[in-house]
């Protein structure tokens, strides 16, 4: 069996650890159990030290944020397979062993997504990776399971064991030596889409992404940042046109880039319209950051880019001209 450490990113979140890392605890026997602290400033570490004594502990110096945190933390851990989770899932009874029996049996498979429902709903899919991601020609992310707003309810119907293009960072299965060449996370993200950018990576170089669905959690979302927390909006408006430019093909890249500003542009008019007006401004923040970091974010694009990155030419026009709300393969 291969050697497998669940690790779970803390930041301030000793309520969400005294909710569910007993859970993890319980239903993860075949695996080690970390929780990498981003220097906490409550009561996080000792909490677990005095209640959870077998949990080990990675503590970072400061809070490196979701992508550098990991990377910092995973350098101290071995293991062949992280589990990297997020305090606010809630595991089910042996949701490891069809993840470790893919990994076993598929070699070129790479990164694993299990089922992501609701914890606070859950009959229906979670937005943050529902039944496994993928991506539009402009790059957009969607799920099986939840487009934009619109999210479905699980009648089984994505109860299979499929490739998919990438995989939530809410639950994300990794071999340690594909985490390892491609340097792990791109810690210029600080969060948000970087599972994204990895996964992309990864595909670029022939891995596979795969969605199991006998391996089921639950997820709370939003716990650490809130959906509308501008802070949020900067963060995916900034990282969305940094992956692109990190990934696309270079014949598509400087088209597609300026339309997802023009579009940008638009959800920034919205958002006027709404007296959203933080929201707007962690727009402009955004492409100013953007800006500012376009030339040595382009110097990290691979050698080469697969053309067949997305799955359908654009679930803009999908979701809100033809009215396509539910993921159509």
């Known amino acids: 069996m291969k050697k497998i450490a669940v690790v779970i990113l803390n930041w301030n979140g000793v309520q969400l650890l005294e909710q569910f890392l007993q859970s993890i605890i319980q ?10 602290d981003n220097a906490s ?3 996080s570490v ?10 080990k502990i990675v503590q970072n110096d400061s809070n490196l944020g979701f992508a550098e945190g990991y990377n910092e933390a995973l350098k101290y851990i071995d ?10 899932i809630e595991v089910t009874e042996n949701w490891l ?11 070129q498979t790479a990164i694993i997504q299990p089922k992501l429902l609701d914890f606070k709903n859950k009959e229906y899919f979670e937005y943050a990776g529902a039944a ?32 998919i293009f990438w995989a939530s960072g809410a639950c994300f299965f990794i071999r340690s030596a594909v985490y390892n060449e491609l340097k792990g996370f791109d810690g210029t993200f600080f969060a948000h889409q970087e599972e994204i950018d990895l996964c992309w990576r990864a595909f670029n170089k022939g891995y596979k992404i795969k969605y199991n669905h006998k391996s089921v959690v ?43 500003m023009i579009l940008d542009g638009i959800a920034g008019i919205q958002f006027i ?42 679930i803009v026009y999908n979701y809100y001209i033809i009215c396509g709300k539910i993921f159509v393969n």
Not at 97 to 107: A, K, L, N, Q, Y
Not at 154 to 160: E, I, K, L, S
Request: aromatic fraction near 16%.
């Open 79 to 88: 293991a062949e397979i992280f589990a990297l989770v997020n305090s606010d």
């Open 46 to 55: 000792s909490y677990v030290k005095a209640f959870f004594p077998t949990v």
């Open 132 to 163: 496994g991601g993928f991506i539009d020609k402009y790059g957009y992310p969607y799920c099986r399971g939840r487009i934009f707003e619109t999210i479905e309810k699980d009648n089984g119907q994505y109860n299979d064991n499929r490739e």
């Open 41 to 43: 400033t409550d009561d």
């Open 97 to 107: 062993r069809p993840i470790i029996e893919t990994f076993e049996s598929e070699p």
């Open 273 to 314: 319209s709404k007296g959203k007006f933080s929201h707007f401004w962690a727009i402009l923040k955004a492409h100013f950051s953007f800006y500012s970091l376009f030339s040595s974010t382009y110097k990290k694009r691979d050698k080469t880019q697969s053309t067949k990155y997305y799955n359908v030419k654009s």
């Open 27 to 36: 239903f993860s026997p075949e695996a080690t159990i970390y929780v990498a």
């Open 218 to 260: 639950y997820h709370v979302g939003g716990a650490t940042l809130q959906q509308g927390n501008p802070k949020k909006t900067y963060l995916n408006f900034r990282n969305s046109l940094l992956m692109l430019t990190k990934n696309l093909p270079k014949e598509s890249l400087y088209k597609v880039l300026i339309l997802r």
